[in-house]
Structures are given as C-alpha cells and as structure tokens.
C-alpha cells in the first residue's frame, strides 16, 4: 500500500503537474489542426521528452494523446 501512495505521491508533483497541462494543451492546439491527429502530435512531441525524466516523459505524451 505505501508503495501505490509513493507512486501517486510522485506523479503529481508541481512539475508534472505542469508538464501534463503543456502536453494536454500541445494536443489540443495540434487537434484542432485539420490535417493533423493525435498519432502525429505525439511524434512531434517525442523528441523533446529527451531530457526528461521518465516519469515526466511518459505523463506528457500520455497527455499529449489524451489532448490530441
């Protein structure tokens, strides 16, 4: 049970928190686009997860897909 809450405690800190708003609001302006779609949003999001850690990478293309 403490490790569920050190998960949960971990993934919404202050900047992940931020990093999920940038990567639901990337999808929503790559959505709106006519021709493109959430696939593309998240390619064109890939390499700047380069320098993230993992946890912050992987919440900002979900993120990303869910805003796409």
Do not use: H
Not at 16 to 32: E, H, P, Q, S, Y
């Amino acid at each position: 049970m403490t490790e569920i809450l050190l998960g949960i405690q971990d993934a919404f800190t202050l900047t992940n928190t931020i990093i999920i708003f940038a990567g639901v609001t990337l999808g929503i302006i790559v959505g709106a686009i006519p021709v493109l779609n959430a696939p593309m949003a998240i390619a064109i999001a890939v390499p700047r997860t380069d320098y993230m850690s993992r946890l912050s990478a992987l919440a900002f293309l979900i993120s990303v897909n869910r805003g796409g």
